[in-house]
């Protein structure tokens, strides 16, 4: 069972007077890797529940090619889960857990062993099929939760923050893990994660979530480099968030000289920001730099805490009327230097203020 598209349309769930969603809409094509990503509460899960049929929506519809699909149960959209908390069978085997949804569908039994045989191939699980769930480890039990998922050959399949319960080093394989099979075996997958490292590295396209609104849709590099709002910004690591004013004289195409408080600066606008209003300039870490020239434009300011990261220091500095700037640079400072820091204007992403600092 397979499609062309999966389309979203006004996607909405409420709970009581509560919008946990609000209007989504998007369209899936066949093979993708699609990430939900967003904090906590952001409406996530609710999308993802609505998609396979475990939440009714309170509007909205979503057509699977010429099929609408919203009227119909969970079994009969034919999707395969991996929740975050594995949800196996504890009394049955690996092999058996992996088989159970074949032999529910009344497959022969070699039918049923020989793909059972390769789902947990797949997920290199063949030296344990005869243990039971709580003889795993918590990696090996999402490993079983994803073979019992793709041994249906569902039509797409959905992970809710199947990583969150492993430990770090464990998540970036499985994130590699997950990413090969959905290759290899061309699956369409919708993932769930608040990570946006986690996201960034899996996903085809990313949609950000906040108050169960789509902030964004896009490919890893658009949210990177192009984020459309602050709160995306924010998200996406751009850790230094100046609140300052437009300087109306310089404002050219979408350069503009961003002011306030002892602080100069170029950037680039996004969205419509009107000369002299209150603007909220955003940068990350690793694009600002410290200079030695003091007569450009620049931010002075004094180093409090330096942290050695490997191949650089990640240093706080804060200006003289207290805003607290985060900066990456290969060259250690000393707390108390007192240093001038730049930005590239390409890098200086300088966005309306809502005035909405949550
Ligand atoms: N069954 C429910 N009853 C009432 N409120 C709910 C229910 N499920 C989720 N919510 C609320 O809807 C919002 C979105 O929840 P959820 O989709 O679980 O967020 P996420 O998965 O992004 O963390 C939250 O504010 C949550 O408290
Ligand atoms: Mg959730």
Known sequence: MT?????????????GSHDALTDLTLTIERGEFIALLGPSGCGKSTALNCLAGLLPLSSGQIWQDGTRLDPLPPERRGFGMVFQNYALFPHLSVRKNVAFGLQMRGLSRAEVRRRTDEAIRLVHLEDQT????????????????IARAVVLEPAL???????????????LEMRTEIRRLHQSLGLTTVYVTHDQEEALSMADRLVVLRGGRVQQIGTPEDLHTR????????FMGFRNL?????????????????EGDG????GTTVGAVAAGATVVAAIRPEELSVVEDTTGDGVAATVEVVEYRGREFAVEARTGSGIQLNIRTSVRPVPGDKITVTADPEHLLVFPDDGDDT
């Open 3 to 15: 499609f062309d598209q999966l389309r979203l349309e006004g996607v909405t769930r409420r709970f």
């Open 130 to 145: 005869g243990k039971l769930p709580g003889q795993l480890s918590g990696g090996q039990q999402q490993r079983v939760a």
């Open 157 to 171: 399949v959905l992970m809710d923050e199947p990583l969150s319960n492993l430990d770090a080093k464990l998540r």
């Open 227 to 234: 984020p459309v709002n602050r709160h995306v910004a924010d």
């Open 242 to 258: 100046l609140r300052l004013r437009a300087d109306a004289a310089a404002a050219e195409g979408t350069g503009v000289v961003v």
């Open 263 to 266: 602080v100069r600066l170029r």
